[in-house]
Protein backbone atom coordinates (compact mmCIF):
# COMPACT_ATOMS: atom_id res chain seq x y z
CA UNK A 1 0.00 0.00 0.00
CA UNK A 2 2.93 2.02 0.79
CA UNK A 3 4.87 1.27 -2.41
CA UNK A 4 1.24 1.95 -3.96
CA UNK A 5 1.19 5.18 -2.33
CA UNK A 6 5.15 6.69 -3.54
CA UNK A 7 3.56 6.09 -7.23
CA UNK A 8 0.83 9.29 -6.68
CA UNK A 9 3.79 11.19 -5.33
CA UNK A 10 5.98 10.08 -7.93
CA UNK A 11 3.18 11.34 -11.08
CA UNK A 12 4.21 14.88 -9.77
CA UNK A 13 7.30 14.51 -11.85
CA UNK A 14 6.28 12.67 -14.55
CA UNK A 15 3.26 13.93 -15.57
CA UNK A 16 3.86 17.60 -15.19
CA UNK A 17 7.40 16.68 -16.87
CA UNK A 18 5.36 14.66 -19.58
CA UNK A 19 2.74 17.09 -20.54
CA UNK A 20 5.03 19.59 -20.36
CA UNK A 21 7.99 18.16 -22.88
CA UNK A 22 5.30 16.61 -25.18
CA UNK A 23 3.53 20.49 -26.08
CA UNK A 24 7.44 21.76 -26.09
CA UNK A 25 8.17 19.51 -28.89
CA UNK A 26 4.83 19.68 -30.57
CA UNK A 27 5.44 23.43 -30.77
CA UNK A 28 8.84 22.99 -31.86
CA UNK A 29 10.55 24.56 -28.72
CA UNK A 30 13.35 21.59 -28.29
CA UNK A 31 15.31 23.96 -25.87
CA UNK A 32 12.88 24.50 -23.43
CA UNK A 33 11.53 20.55 -23.65
CA UNK A 34 15.04 19.76 -22.42
CA UNK A 35 14.60 21.96 -19.23
CA UNK A 36 11.29 20.39 -18.45
CA UNK A 37 12.91 16.99 -18.93
CA UNK A 38 15.68 18.03 -16.23
CA UNK A 39 13.99 19.68 -13.90
CA UNK A 40 11.46 17.03 -14.05
CA UNK A 41 14.55 14.28 -13.36
CA UNK A 42 15.48 16.60 -10.42
CA UNK A 43 12.32 16.84 -8.74
CA UNK A 44 11.61 12.95 -9.01
CA UNK A 45 15.78 12.25 -7.04
CA UNK A 46 14.26 14.96 -4.40
CA UNK A 47 10.64 13.58 -3.80
CA UNK A 48 12.61 9.90 -3.99
CA UNK A 49 14.50 10.62 -1.25
CA UNK A 50 12.12 12.59 1.21
CA UNK A 51 9.82 9.61 0.63
CA UNK A 52 12.56 7.12 1.27
CA UNK A 53 13.49 9.43 4.66
CA UNK A 54 9.47 9.55 5.89
CA UNK A 55 9.25 5.85 5.62
CA UNK A 56 12.46 4.08 7.71
CA UNK A 57 12.16 7.25 10.02
CA UNK A 58 8.03 6.10 10.83
CA UNK A 59 8.10 2.56 9.71
CA UNK A 60 6.65 1.65 13.11
CA UNK A 61 3.80 3.85 12.89
CA UNK A 62 2.64 3.08 9.54
CA UNK A 63 2.86 -0.46 9.68
CA UNK A 64 0.64 0.26 12.22
CA UNK A 65 -2.07 1.35 10.65
CA UNK A 66 -3.29 -1.69 9.33
CA UNK A 67 -3.74 -3.26 12.53
CA UNK A 68 -2.13 -6.63 11.42
CA UNK A 69 -2.21 -9.82 13.68
CA UNK A 70 0.92 -11.75 14.82
CA UNK A 71 4.31 -10.71 15.64
CA UNK A 72 5.72 -12.45 12.19
CA UNK A 73 3.23 -10.39 10.05
CA UNK A 74 4.34 -7.71 11.92
CA UNK A 75 7.73 -7.91 11.71
CA UNK A 76 7.54 -9.11 8.00
CA UNK A 77 5.42 -5.84 6.84
CA UNK A 78 8.46 -4.28 8.69
CA UNK A 79 11.12 -5.60 6.69
CA UNK A 80 9.31 -5.14 3.13
CA UNK A 81 8.27 -1.50 4.11
CA UNK A 82 12.08 -0.51 5.10
CA UNK A 83 13.55 -2.60 1.57
CA UNK A 84 11.04 -1.19 -0.86
CA UNK A 85 10.00 1.97 0.48
CA UNK A 86 13.97 2.91 1.52
CA UNK A 87 15.34 2.39 -2.07
CA UNK A 88 12.00 4.03 -3.72
CA UNK A 89 14.28 6.05 -5.33
CA UNK A 90 14.73 3.65 -8.39
CA UNK A 91 10.65 3.14 -9.09
CA UNK A 92 10.75 7.38 -8.92
CA UNK A 93 12.87 7.58 -11.32
CA UNK A 94 11.60 4.88 -13.46
CA UNK A 95 8.19 6.74 -13.75
CA UNK A 96 9.97 9.81 -14.59
CA UNK A 97 12.45 8.29 -17.35
CA UNK A 98 9.63 6.16 -18.40
CA UNK A 99 7.05 9.59 -19.08
CA UNK A 100 9.74 11.33 -20.70
CA UNK A 101 10.63 8.99 -23.31
CA UNK A 102 6.84 8.76 -24.30
CA UNK A 103 6.57 12.47 -24.04
CA UNK A 104 9.10 11.85 -27.20
CA UNK A 105 7.37 9.24 -29.45
CA UNK A 106 9.82 6.19 -27.66
CA UNK A 107 7.70 3.59 -25.93
CA UNK A 108 10.03 1.06 -27.03
CA UNK A 109 12.90 1.55 -24.19
CA UNK A 110 10.67 2.15 -21.25
CA UNK A 111 8.66 -1.12 -22.65
CA UNK A 112 12.16 -3.20 -22.96
CA UNK A 113 13.55 -1.97 -20.19
CA UNK A 114 10.24 -2.85 -17.89
CA UNK A 115 10.51 -6.43 -19.71
CA UNK A 116 14.22 -6.95 -18.37
CA UNK A 117 13.11 -5.44 -15.31
CA UNK A 118 9.82 -8.28 -15.04
CA UNK A 119 11.95 -11.10 -15.54
CA UNK A 120 14.80 -10.67 -13.28
CA UNK A 121 11.99 -10.27 -10.28
CA UNK A 122 10.28 -13.37 -11.65
CA UNK A 123 14.39 -14.94 -11.74
CA UNK A 124 14.78 -13.38 -8.40
CA UNK A 125 11.77 -14.40 -6.35
CA UNK A 126 11.71 -18.17 -6.05
CA UNK A 127 15.60 -17.55 -5.44
CA UNK A 128 15.50 -15.55 -3.01
CA UNK A 129 12.08 -16.11 -1.38
CA UNK A 130 12.80 -20.07 -0.93
CA UNK A 131 16.55 -20.11 -1.03
CA UNK A 132 17.43 -21.86 -3.98
CA UNK A 133 21.09 -23.05 -4.10
CA UNK A 134 23.41 -20.88 -3.58
CA UNK A 135 21.53 -18.37 -2.41
CA UNK A 136 20.24 -17.52 1.20
CA UNK A 137 16.56 -17.88 2.07
CA UNK A 138 15.23 -14.85 3.24
CA UNK A 139 11.79 -15.04 2.90
CA UNK A 140 9.82 -11.87 2.73
CA UNK A 141 12.83 -9.71 2.66
CA UNK A 142 13.56 -11.77 -0.41
CA UNK A 143 10.74 -10.78 -2.29
CA UNK A 144 11.81 -7.06 -1.21
CA UNK A 145 15.18 -7.42 -2.40
CA UNK A 146 14.32 -9.22 -5.83
CA UNK A 147 11.62 -5.85 -6.75
CA UNK A 148 14.34 -3.80 -5.60
CA UNK A 149 17.11 -5.09 -7.53
CA UNK A 150 14.41 -5.02 -11.03
CA UNK A 151 13.79 -1.37 -10.53
CA UNK A 152 17.27 -0.53 -10.64
CA UNK A 153 17.65 -3.00 -13.90
CA UNK A 154 14.93 -0.91 -15.36
CA UNK A 155 16.62 2.47 -14.17
CA UNK A 156 19.63 1.33 -15.50
CA UNK A 157 18.44 0.30 -18.90
CA UNK A 158 16.75 3.53 -19.51
CA UNK A 159 19.66 5.67 -18.67
CA UNK A 160 21.89 3.85 -20.82
CA UNK A 161 19.08 3.95 -23.92
CA UNK A 162 20.08 8.09 -23.41
CA UNK A 163 23.46 7.69 -23.71
CA UNK A 164 23.27 5.12 -27.16
CA UNK A 165 20.00 7.26 -28.45
CA UNK A 166 20.66 8.28 -31.79
CA UNK A 167 17.22 10.74 -31.87
CA UNK A 168 19.28 14.33 -31.56
CA UNK A 169 16.17 15.43 -30.15
CA UNK A 170 16.40 13.33 -27.53
CA UNK A 171 15.78 15.83 -24.34
CA UNK A 172 17.39 13.78 -21.63
CA UNK A 173 20.67 13.78 -23.19
CA UNK A 174 23.10 16.26 -21.56
CA UNK A 175 20.97 16.79 -18.30
CA UNK A 176 22.84 18.49 -15.51
CA UNK A 177 21.64 17.24 -12.19
CA UNK A 178 23.22 19.64 -10.18
CA UNK A 179 22.28 22.64 -12.09
CA UNK A 180 19.70 25.28 -9.89
CA UNK A 181 16.01 24.51 -10.33
CA UNK A 182 14.89 26.51 -12.87
CA UNK A 183 11.68 28.66 -11.22
CA UNK A 184 9.30 28.56 -13.88
CA UNK A 185 9.78 25.17 -15.25
CA UNK A 186 9.14 23.94 -11.38
CA UNK A 187 6.02 25.64 -10.97
CA UNK A 188 4.57 24.79 -14.54
CA UNK A 189 5.34 21.00 -13.34
CA UNK A 190 3.90 21.35 -10.35
CA UNK A 191 0.77 22.86 -11.89
CA UNK A 192 0.06 20.08 -13.95
CA UNK A 193 1.76 17.59 -11.74
CA UNK A 194 0.07 18.65 -8.73
CA UNK A 195 -3.27 17.36 -9.39
CA UNK A 196 -2.36 14.13 -10.58
CA UNK A 197 -0.39 13.71 -7.38
CA UNK A 198 -3.18 14.57 -4.97
CA UNK A 199 -5.49 12.08 -7.19
CA UNK A 200 -3.21 9.07 -6.79
CA UNK A 201 -2.43 9.73 -3.16
CA UNK A 202 -5.99 10.27 -2.37
CA UNK A 203 -6.98 7.14 -4.28
CA UNK A 204 -5.07 5.27 -2.39
CA UNK A 205 -6.11 6.27 1.02
CA UNK A 206 -9.11 5.69 0.20
CA UNK A 207 -8.59 2.06 -1.18
CA UNK A 208 -6.76 1.89 2.57
CA UNK A 209 -9.91 3.00 3.97
CA UNK A 210 -11.81 0.29 2.25
CA UNK A 211 -9.09 -2.55 2.93
CA UNK A 212 -9.89 -2.17 6.94
CA UNK A 213 -13.19 -2.69 5.85
CA UNK A 214 -12.74 -6.02 3.92
CA UNK A 215 -10.94 -6.82 6.73
CA UNK A 216 -13.62 -7.39 9.06
CA UNK A 217 -15.01 -10.08 6.79
CA UNK A 218 -11.78 -12.27 7.07
CA UNK A 219 -8.73 -13.14 5.73
CA UNK A 220 -10.09 -14.75 2.84
CA UNK A 221 -11.65 -11.37 2.45
CA UNK A 222 -8.74 -9.66 2.16
CA UNK A 223 -6.60 -12.04 -0.13
CA UNK A 224 -9.58 -11.82 -2.84
CA UNK A 225 -9.15 -7.70 -2.61
CA UNK A 226 -5.98 -8.01 -3.40
CA UNK A 227 -5.11 -10.56 -5.61
CA UNK A 228 -8.86 -9.53 -7.59
CA UNK A 229 -6.98 -6.44 -8.04
CA UNK A 230 -3.48 -8.24 -9.91
CA UNK A 231 -6.71 -10.03 -12.20
CA UNK A 232 -7.90 -7.15 -13.18
CA UNK A 233 -4.59 -5.67 -13.95
CA UNK A 234 -4.94 -7.12 -17.43
CA UNK A 235 -7.68 -4.51 -18.22
CA UNK A 236 -6.17 -1.50 -16.76
CA UNK A 237 -2.54 -2.01 -17.43
CA UNK A 238 -3.96 -2.13 -20.99
CA UNK A 239 -5.83 1.34 -20.68
CA UNK A 240 -3.37 2.66 -18.79
CA UNK A 241 -0.56 2.12 -21.62
CA UNK A 242 -3.09 3.46 -24.45
CA UNK A 243 -3.70 6.62 -21.60
CA UNK A 244 0.10 7.09 -21.29
CA UNK A 245 0.49 7.20 -25.22
CA UNK A 246 -2.61 9.53 -25.88
CA UNK A 247 -1.22 11.52 -23.18
CA UNK A 248 2.15 12.25 -25.47
CA UNK A 249 -0.20 12.01 -28.68
CA UNK A 250 -2.71 14.60 -27.62
CA UNK A 251 0.11 16.47 -25.67
CA UNK A 252 2.14 16.92 -28.81
CA UNK A 253 -0.96 17.85 -31.51
CA UNK A 254 -1.86 19.97 -28.99
CA UNK A 255 0.88 22.10 -28.82
CA UNK A 256 0.82 21.73 -32.41
CA UNK A 257 -2.45 23.44 -32.84
CA UNK A 258 -3.65 19.28 -34.46
CA UNK A 259 -7.17 19.39 -32.64
CA UNK A 260 -8.75 17.46 -35.82
CA UNK A 261 -5.86 14.70 -34.64
CA UNK A 262 -6.29 14.63 -31.26
CA UNK A 263 -10.14 14.05 -31.93
CA UNK A 264 -9.09 11.48 -34.03
CA UNK A 265 -6.67 9.48 -31.57
CA UNK A 266 -8.87 9.81 -28.66
CA UNK A 267 -11.49 8.13 -31.16
CA UNK A 268 -9.33 5.04 -32.09
CA UNK A 269 -8.15 4.90 -28.64
CA UNK A 270 -11.77 4.47 -26.91
CA UNK A 271 -13.09 1.93 -29.33
CA UNK A 272 -10.27 -0.10 -28.89
CA UNK A 273 -9.75 -0.16 -24.83
CA UNK A 274 -13.79 -0.07 -24.75
CA UNK A 275 -13.68 -3.42 -26.50
CA UNK A 276 -10.98 -4.86 -24.73
CA UNK A 277 -12.91 -3.66 -21.32
CA UNK A 278 -16.08 -5.81 -22.98
CA UNK A 279 -13.92 -8.63 -23.35
CA UNK A 280 -12.81 -8.75 -20.09
CA UNK A 281 -16.13 -8.00 -18.22
CA UNK A 282 -17.55 -10.96 -20.22
CA UNK A 283 -14.70 -13.00 -19.03
CA UNK A 284 -15.17 -12.26 -15.95
CA UNK A 285 -18.97 -12.54 -15.65
CA UNK A 286 -18.99 -16.16 -17.71
CA UNK A 287 -15.73 -17.83 -16.51
CA UNK A 288 -15.00 -16.79 -13.01
CA UNK A 289 -15.37 -20.13 -11.71
CA UNK A 290 -12.37 -21.17 -13.65
CA UNK A 291 -10.22 -17.92 -13.42
CA UNK A 292 -10.93 -17.74 -9.65
CA UNK A 293 -9.51 -21.36 -9.63
CA UNK A 294 -6.20 -20.19 -11.01
CA UNK A 295 -5.52 -18.35 -7.12
CA UNK A 296 -7.71 -19.95 -4.20
CA UNK A 297 -8.80 -23.35 -4.16
CA UNK A 298 -10.10 -23.16 -0.47
CA UNK A 299 -14.25 -23.43 -0.58
CA UNK A 300 -14.77 -20.09 0.80
CA UNK A 301 -12.10 -18.12 -0.77
CA UNK A 302 -13.21 -19.65 -4.07
CA UNK A 303 -17.09 -18.31 -3.15
CA UNK A 304 -16.00 -14.72 -2.62
CA UNK A 305 -13.05 -14.29 -5.17
CA UNK A 306 -16.28 -15.63 -7.91
CA UNK A 307 -18.68 -13.56 -6.50
CA UNK A 308 -15.88 -10.38 -6.21
CA UNK A 309 -15.29 -10.93 -10.29
CA UNK A 310 -19.01 -11.31 -11.18
CA UNK A 311 -19.44 -8.08 -9.39
CA UNK A 312 -16.44 -6.47 -10.75
CA UNK A 313 -17.09 -7.47 -14.32
CA UNK A 314 -19.99 -4.87 -14.82
CA UNK A 315 -17.04 -1.91 -14.45
CA UNK A 316 -14.42 -3.38 -16.50
CA UNK A 317 -15.17 -2.09 -19.86
CA UNK A 318 -15.77 1.83 -18.02
CA UNK A 319 -12.87 2.01 -16.15
CA UNK A 320 -10.58 1.44 -19.21
CA UNK A 321 -12.25 4.28 -20.51
CA UNK A 322 -11.82 6.24 -17.75
CA UNK A 323 -8.36 5.67 -17.41
CA UNK A 324 -7.78 6.54 -21.22
CA UNK A 325 -9.59 9.27 -20.99
CA UNK A 326 -7.38 11.07 -18.49
CA UNK A 327 -4.30 10.39 -20.19
CA UNK A 328 -6.35 12.35 -22.88
CA UNK A 329 -7.28 15.05 -20.60
CA UNK A 330 -3.77 15.33 -18.80
CA UNK A 331 -2.61 15.68 -22.55
CA UNK A 332 -4.94 18.77 -22.90
CA UNK A 333 -3.48 20.42 -19.64
CA UNK A 334 -6.44 19.82 -17.66
CA UNK A 335 -4.75 17.50 -15.10
CA UNK A 336 -6.72 19.68 -12.01
CA UNK A 337 -10.23 18.73 -13.83
CA UNK A 338 -9.32 15.21 -13.99
CA UNK A 339 -8.50 15.03 -10.03
CA UNK A 340 -11.70 16.88 -8.65
CA UNK A 341 -13.83 14.82 -10.65
CA UNK A 342 -12.15 11.50 -9.59
CA UNK A 343 -11.44 12.43 -5.86
CA UNK A 344 -15.18 13.38 -5.55
CA UNK A 345 -16.14 10.08 -7.80
CA UNK A 346 -13.58 7.64 -5.73
CA UNK A 347 -14.67 8.92 -2.10
CA UNK A 348 -18.13 8.45 -2.45
CA UNK A 349 -16.98 4.36 -2.34
CA UNK A 350 -16.74 4.55 1.38
CA UNK A 351 -20.23 5.78 2.19
CA UNK A 352 -21.31 3.67 -0.55
CA UNK A 353 -19.82 0.36 0.76
CA UNK A 354 -20.42 1.22 4.82
CA UNK A 355 -24.40 1.51 3.68
CA UNK A 356 -24.07 -1.23 0.93
CA UNK A 357 -22.26 -3.62 3.50
CA UNK A 358 -24.46 -3.41 6.49
CA UNK A 359 -27.21 -4.35 4.09
CA UNK A 360 -28.07 -8.27 2.94
CA UNK A 361 -25.36 -8.03 0.60
CA UNK A 362 -22.46 -8.26 3.23
CA UNK A 363 -19.18 -7.95 1.77
CA UNK A 364 -20.65 -7.53 -1.80
CA UNK A 365 -21.95 -4.81 -1.10
CA UNK A 366 -18.17 -3.64 -0.82
CA UNK A 367 -17.62 -4.61 -4.22
CA UNK A 368 -20.71 -3.36 -5.63
CA UNK A 369 -19.37 0.32 -4.37
CA UNK A 370 -16.29 -0.19 -6.58
CA UNK A 371 -18.34 -1.03 -9.79
CA UNK A 372 -21.14 1.52 -9.45
CA UNK A 373 -18.32 4.07 -9.21
CA UNK A 374 -16.46 2.77 -11.37
CA UNK A 375 -18.93 3.32 -13.99
CA UNK A 376 -20.16 6.71 -13.22
CA UNK A 377 -16.56 7.86 -13.04
CA UNK A 378 -16.33 6.17 -17.01
CA UNK A 379 -19.33 7.87 -18.08
CA UNK A 380 -18.32 11.56 -16.85
CA UNK A 381 -15.04 11.53 -18.31
CA UNK A 382 -16.05 10.52 -21.51
CA UNK A 383 -18.58 13.34 -21.60
CA UNK A 384 -15.86 15.65 -19.86
CA UNK A 385 -13.36 14.98 -23.27
CA UNK A 386 -16.49 15.45 -25.35
CA UNK A 387 -17.14 18.62 -24.06
CA UNK A 388 -13.62 20.12 -23.76
CA UNK A 389 -13.50 19.25 -27.59
CA UNK A 390 -16.71 21.05 -28.40
CA UNK A 391 -14.96 24.47 -26.87
CA UNK A 392 -11.55 24.01 -27.93
CA UNK A 393 -12.87 23.22 -31.78
Not at 153 to 175: A, D, H, T, Y
Not at 307 to 316: R, V
Request: aromatic content about 10%.
Amino acid sequence: MYVWLSQGLASLARMGGQVHVAQCLGRGDKEQAHRYAKTAVQLSILLGLAFAAVSLLFTDPLVGFFKLEGVKTILDAKIYMRITCGLILFSFLNLTLTGLYTAQGDSKTPFVANFIGLLINLLLDPLLILGVGPFPRIEVAGAAVATVSAQFVVMFVMMVGVFRSKKEENVLKGIRLFEPFSKEELGNICKIGGPTAIQGMVYCMISMVLTRMVAAFGAEAIATQRVGGQIESVSWNTADGFAAALNAFVGQNYGAKKMDRVQKGYRISFWTVAIWGALIMLAFIIFPGPIAGVFFHEEKAMEIAISYLIIIGFSEAFMCVELMTIGALSGLGKTKLCSVISITATSMRIPLAMVLSRTSLGLDGIWWALTLTSVAKGIIFYLTFRYQMREKC
